[in-house]
């Protein structure tokens, strides 16, 4: 059996008055999308059970079939598995966004989309001068892809300061929202905000930044700390489930959680983790990589991003080149290797209206060898709303998707 998944990241959404009070996936034209509906399943799922964040990283990791409730520990720890970084059993990743705050306000949590090289120059700043010994322990900061970059505390003498109690907010999830009244509380809170404030005057006339305002790009005026945790411990995908996996992402938590549970990471040429990714690039990796695995999972960021800047148009735009150059393809292409099935669903519903992720079931598509088709005609929303065929906790489907029930 060969098996696909497709993550349209966030692509689950609300109505819009600007689409004739349509969600994107209803508007977008999605003929490959809808076929898989008829031919299959249209179901929910909850990612996101709470008291826990509705984020990439609880998401993903219950739409791998692992329960965030058990397992999760923080975002950052995830991402740093991509990144190559080894935590030991006391130390603790932080996520270190480069930001821009303008008057204020979260301005824009990418920094302007900033580039991996602009972005490595910034960092290698901030280990310069924020990097070393503190008090009890030791601070590395690690340059990562584009505005995602992480910090790592190795308690040395004591114990690090930060615990289960530490909050720390997502900047994406705080748009155009004053800085001041998110920044980080509890255990440790005050040396993430004390980390965060001494980066500011080493942005303020840095050369990287004259040099992208005279661009006329959008400065990186300070990082933002948030997404700690410490190392997670998970059951082999292989071992849990049976099938040997790889991810297809160009985003470090995605890839991360993927080869946590022991994924091969395989990188698209082209994929940037954004709008301007090459849709096409990575429905041919995906294809390419059913030859060695027995699952192959296609994450695209684009429908996220998209959300995050209240952008409708590119929303449906993302959705529409990701059912023609990645669903399209890998439906043409599953039946060929003989017994098949295709998922294809978001992590976590991500709102035009408020820009940020938000709790609630998101839909999904099942269909291939041994799924009886359920007579729905697209997949969208609504159909799913209406579909008896629910799993909350979300990380039950996967399950259920592999025929292991």
Same mark, same amino acid.
């Given at each position: 059996?060969?098996?696909? %998944?497709?993550?349209? *990241?966030?692509?689950?959404?609300?109505?819009q008055?600007s689409? $004739?009070?349509?969600?994107?996936?209803?508007?977008?034209?999605?003929?490959n999308? /809808?076929?898989?509906a008829r031919?299959?399943?249209?179901?929910?799922?909850?990612?996101v059970?709470? &008291?826990?964040?509705?984020?990439?990283?609880?998401?993903?990791?219950?739409?791998?079939?692992?329960? &965030?409730l058990?397992?999760?520990?923080g975002?950052?720890?995830?991402?740093t598995?991509?990144?190559?970084?080894?935590l030991?059993?006391?130390?603790?990743? %932080?996520r270190? +966004?480069?930001?821009?705050?303008?008057?204020?306000?979260?301005?824009?949590?990418t920094?302007?989309?900033i580039? +991996?090289?602009?972005g490595?120059r910034?960092?290698?700043?901030?280990?310069?001068?924020?990097?070393?010994?503190v008090?009890?322990?030791?601070?590395?900061?690690?340059?990562?892809?584009?505005?995602?970059n992480?910090?790592?505390?190795?308690?040395?003498?004591?114990?690090?300061?930060?615990?289960?109690?530490?909050?720390?907010?997502?900047?994406?999830?705080?748009?155009?929202?004053?800085?001041?009244?998110?920044?980080?509380?509890?255990?440790?809170?005050?040396?993430?905000?004390?980390?965060?404030?001494?980066?500011?005057?080493?942005?303020?006339?840095?050369?990287v930044n004259?040099e992208r305002?005279?661009? $006329?790009?959008k400065?990186?005026?300070?990082?933002w @700390?948030?997404?700690?945790?410490?190392? &997670?411990?998970?059951?082999?995908?292989?071992?849990?489930?049976?099938?040997?996996?790889?991810?297809?992402?160009?985003?470090?938590?995605?890839?991360?959680?993927?080869?946590?549970?022991?994924?091969?990471?395989i *990188?698209?040429?082209?994929?940037?983790g954004y709008?301007?990714t090459?849709?096409?690039?990575?429905?041919r990796?995906?294809?390419?990589?059913?030859?060695?695995? /027995?699952?192959?999972?296609?994450?695209?960021?684009?429908?996220?991003?998209?959300?995050?800047?209240?952008?409708?148009?590119?929303?449906?735009?993302?959705?529409?080149?990701?059912?023609?150059?990645i669903?399209g &393809? @890998?439906?043409?292409?599953?039946?060929?290797?003989?017994?098949?099935?295709?998922? %294809?669903?978001?992590?976590?519903?991500?709102?035009?209206?408020?820009?940020?992720?938000a709790y609630?079931?998101v839909?999904?598509?099942?269909?291939g060898?041994?799924?009886?088709?359920?007579?729905?005609?697209?997949?969208?929303?609504?159909?799913?709303?209406?579909?008896?065929?629910?799993? *909350?906790?979300?990380?039950?489907l996967?399950?259920?998707?592999?025929?292991?029930?």
């Amino acid at each position: 059996m060969k098996y696909a %998944i497709i993550i349209p *990241d966030g692509c689950a959404d609300e109505p819009q008055a600007s689409l $004739g009070n349509l969600t994107p996936l209803q508007a977008a034209r999605l003929p490959n999308m /809808d076929r898989a509906a008829r031919m299959g399943v249209v179901g929910r799922a909850n990612n996101v059970p709470k &008291p826990l964040t509705p984020a990439s990283d609880v998401a993903t990791l219950s739409l791998f079939g692992y329960d &965030p409730l058990a397992v999760y520990t923080g975002r950052a720890p995830l991402e740093t598995v991509a990144m190559g970084l080894k935590l030991g059993p006391t130390d603790w990743a %932080i996520r270190c +966004n480069l930001v821009t705050v303008k008057d204020g306000l979260m301005h824009d949590f990418t920094a302007g989309h900033i580039n +991996n090289a602009d972005g490595a120059r910034l960092m290698a700043t901030i280990h310069e001068h924020l990097g070393g010994q503190v008090d009890g322990g030791r601070l590395e900061f690690h340059a990562g892809v584009q505005y995602r970059n992480a910090l790592l505390y190795r308690p040395e003498s004591k114990a690090a300061p930060f615990s289960a109690e530490t909050i720390a907010q997502p900047p994406h999830d705080i748009p155009d929202r004053p800085a001041a009244e998110h920044l980080p509380k509890g255990p440790g809170a005050e040396l993430l905000i004390r980390l965060m404030e001494q980066s500011k005057p080493l942005f303020a006339n840095h050369p990287v930044n004259r040099e992208r305002i005279a661009r $006329g790009e959008k400065p990186a005026t300070q990082i933002w @700390l948030w997404g700690q945790g410490r190392a &997670p411990s998970v059951i082999s995908f292989a071992r849990e489930y049976g099938p040997r996996g790889a991810i297809v992402s160009a985003v470090d938590l995605v890839r991360g959680t993927a080869m946590l549970i022991g994924w091969h990471r395989i *990188d698209a040429p082209g994929a940037t983790g954004y709008l301007d990714t090459d849709y096409a690039s990575k429905g041919r990796t995906g294809i390419a990589a059913l030859k060695e695995h /027995d699952l192959v999972c296609v994450h695209v960021e684009a429908p996220d991003e998209a959300s995050h800047e209240g952008r409708t148009d590119e929303k449906i735009k993302a959705l529409e080149r990701i059912d023609e150059y990645i669903v399209g &393809p @890998l439906l043409e292409e599953l039946p060929k290797r003989g017994d098949w099935r295709i998922l %294809i669903s978001p992590d976590h519903r991500t709102t035009l209206k408020t820009r940020a992720h938000a709790y609630g079931a998101v839909p999904f598509v099942v269909a291939g060898t041994g799924i009886e088709p359920g007579g729905q005609k697209s997949y969208d929303e609504v159909v799913a709303a209406e579909s008896s065929l629910e799993f *909350d906790p979300g990380w039950k489907l996967m399950r259920w998707f592999l025929g292991r029930t």
